[in-house]
Every structure is written in C-alpha cells, then in structure tokens.
C-alpha cells in the first residue's frame, strides 16, 4: 500500500451501492461510492471511499467538482479515499 495525494476533477457520476453479506463472509464496510477523477495530466482514475466517505461523496460531489483527495493506493490499481475535499 503507498500514501497517494490527488488533485484534479470528478467527471463520473457518483455510484453508491450497499455491501450485503453476498458469500457468507462478514464485511468490516457498509456501503461504498465511486467516481473517476480526471488528474492535471490528463490520466483518469478511479476512486473509493467505504462507509461515512462514501456518504459525503455521494451528498456532496457532482460531476465537474474540483476535488484534492488522499488515500491508499492498493495493488489492484485503486485508490481508497481516506480524506476528501471539493
């Protein structure tokens, strides 16, 4: 995992969905949300944040919102917003 800081602006919607317990196995989350933000260099990636994250996105992001956000960068090429700010 390594510490990524992000400045650039949303241009997806906000999907937001609720984490059920679909195989048996119990989740520490309950809900997500996810966007694609487009950096200052003009690459695009995918952001998510779990639980209250999730909820403020979801409440107060909208596609062309200018966004400064920090989080992790996982293996599988996500970042997991930790903190965000528009």
């Given at each position: 995992m390594n510490i990524?800081?992000?400045?650039?602006?949303i241009v997806s919607g906000i999907e937001f969905k609720f984490i059920y317990d679909r195989y048996?196995?119990?989740?520490?989350?309950?809900?997500?949300?996810?966007c694609h933000?487009?950096?200052?260099?003009?690459?695009i990636i995918?952001?998510?944040?779990y639980d209250e994250m999730?909820?403020?996105?979801?409440r107060?992001?909208?596609d062309g919102d200018a966004v400064v956000c920090s989080g992790v960068l996982h293996e599988d090429g996500y970042v997991y917003i930790d903190y965000i700010c528009n």
């Amino acid at each position: 995992m390594n510490i990524v800081i992000i400045s650039g602006e949303i241009v997806s919607g906000i999907e937001f969905k609720f984490i059920y317990d679909r195989y048996g196995e119990k989740s520490k989350y309950t809900s997500i949300a996810s966007c694609h933000v487009k950096l200052n260099n003009e690459s695009i990636i995918q952001i998510y944040g779990y639980d209250e994250m999730a909820d403020f996105m979801y409440r107060h992001l909208t596609d062309g919102d200018a966004v400064v956000c920090s989080g992790v960068l996982h293996e599988d090429g996500y970042v997991y917003i930790d903190y965000i700010c528009n």
